[in-house]
């Protein structure tokens, strides 16, 4: 005898590998919410569709709803801070405090409490990188060095970050600018992506996760045109990932983008400092 629910169960729109439309529209509402929280900010509203999509998740599948729920619990310790780049002591130790806890809480209890494996660092794969993945990183600061400046400086972008007023100051910018680069991959990839994975196909889940760090980074300061950069990199991230398999790889990529990054911000408000850059737009002085 056919179960009562089977019928209404095989009914609803799949988009591959059994995902039906309550599941992806679960991880869509934990996810999208980001974009409240973040990107617009709409706070506490940013918060209903976080709590829909966790509860939707738990009726659907309790395992799917088990697994929102880690990602919906990074984003709310996230939300818990202003990130607008903040160069001060107060602000750095945030930082710090506050997207440490963002990892370790969804991997603590995926691990200790669920007995799962699905967050992991894979920082040591054991296989050496290929001449693509060498070449790709000259390719990105190439790109990085071509686009970049234009963006920060022609947009005014450059201005969403603290001013950098001395030696003291461009430090913290250098270290803060690669230790929120190294989280990205972290949270982003080896939290939000991975857990992601274990539910959708990697082109969905990919998706996903891009639309939770583009908005983080629309908060920290890639405005105005930025998302034109932000959602491809993300994008390129997660699929990168996904083939190397290496957390060491897409970590050296980001790091490699973000120190010209580092290095455009301080030519911003000092231009004769990095004084290299080609594609500056003309009559762009960085004050």
Sequence with gaps: MTHPG?????ALPTF????????????????????????VHIRPFGYVPLVAGVALGLVVDRRLGRDLALIALGQAIISTISLAANLTNVGIARFTIVLTLAVLVPWALSRRVFGSDAIVFPVGTGRRWRPVQWIYLVFVVGVGYLILPF?????????????ITGANEITRLFFGVNAVGIWDELFFICVVFALL??????????????TVFVSFLWELGY???????????????????????SLSYVIAVHLLFDAVVFAVLVHAHHPELFDVFVTVPAGATGK
Excluded: D, M
Aim: include cysteine.
């Design 6 to 10: 089977a019928a209404a169960t095989t």
């Design 197 to 210: 994975r274990q539910h959708f196909p990697t082109s969905i889940a990919n998706l996903l996760q891009a």
């Design 223 to 245: 405005r105005e045109w930025g998302p034109l950069l932000t959602v491809p990199f993300a994008l390129i991230q997660g699929w990168i990932f996904t083939w190397t398999k």
């Design 151 to 163: 963006y920060f400086i022609g947009s005014g972008a450059y201005r969403n970050w603290p001013e």
């Design 16 to 39: 591959g590998r059994g995902v039906t439309a309550l599941r992806l529209l679960a991880a869509v509402l934990v996810c999208g919410a980001a974009v409240l929280l973040f990107a």
